[in-house]
């Protein structure tokens, strides 16, 4: 792995492709173990979940349903604190138990939204949320991330379906935001 540039930024190697298999392995089992005597639905949270949640797939052994919806929050390597709903939730979850499956979680601006929407208007069985990646030092929201690949400092990070503007997605390692050069 070597430093990258996308855009304007400069990025350097944070974890390898196989680091993100294993991460994603455990916590698919993770679930499966809460989730073995049962069918729950897996909601990808579109678009940067996409890498996540395919390899997730091929990792949980028993019976499932899929489903996304598409929600956003960021203009560049920030958050804008507004969670807007770009695609309405594509499968029926009325007393479902579902599983929300996110890519990254940071403000947790996004969970609570999604939590709100989820509890209010689709009336699921249970809600969890599962995430490849967790910055607990800016996560202060109430809602408790079920399972979690790696907990990981407040920098930018790209690859494995995280973007900068569009770009980046289709890494398979996963790199981060190069010190001092958020304002390049």
């Known amino acids: 792995?070597?430093?990258?540039?996308?855009?304007?930024?400069?990025?350097?190697?944070?974890?390898?492709?196989?680091?993100?298999?294993?991460?994603?392995?455990?916590?698919?089992?993770?679930?499966?173990?809460?989730?073995?005597?049962?069918?729950?639905?897996?909601?990808?949270?579109?678009?940067g979940v996409i890498m996540f949640f395919s390899d997730f797939m091929k990792e949980y052994p028993g019976e499932c349903e899929i489903g996304f919806i598409k929600m956003s929050s960021y203009v560049g390597t920030q958050s804008t604190g507004i969670v807007f709903k770009e695609m309405e939730l594509t499968k029926d979850i009325k007393d479902r138990h579902i599983v929300?499956?996110?890519?990254?979680v940071d403000?947790?601006?996004?969970?609570?939204?999604?939590?709100?929407?989820?509890?209010?208007?689709?009336?699921?069985?249970?809600l969890r949320i599962a995430s490849l990646l967790l910055k607990p030092d800016v996560y202060k929201k109430e809602f408790k991330i079920n399972y979690v690949g790696k907990e990981i400092p407040n920098k930018f990070v790209l690859g494995y379906g995280l973007d900068y503007d569009e770009l980046g997605r289709n890494l398979k390692d996963l790199y981060q935001l190069e010190e001092g050069k958020i304002n390049e």
């Open 1 to 47: 792995m070597e430093r990258i540039k996308i855009h304007d930024k400069t990025f350097v190697p944070y974890l390898r492709h196989e680091e993100i298999q294993e991460m994603t392995r455990r916590v698919a089992l993770e679930v499966y173990e809460d989730y073995k005597d049962e069918v729950p639905v897996f909601i990808g949270v579109l678009s």
């Open 107 to 126: 403000t947790g601006n996004t969970i609570e939204n999604l939590c709100h929407y989820f509890t209010e208007t689709q009336r699921p069985k249970s």
């Open 100 to 104: 929300l499956l996110e890519d990254i």
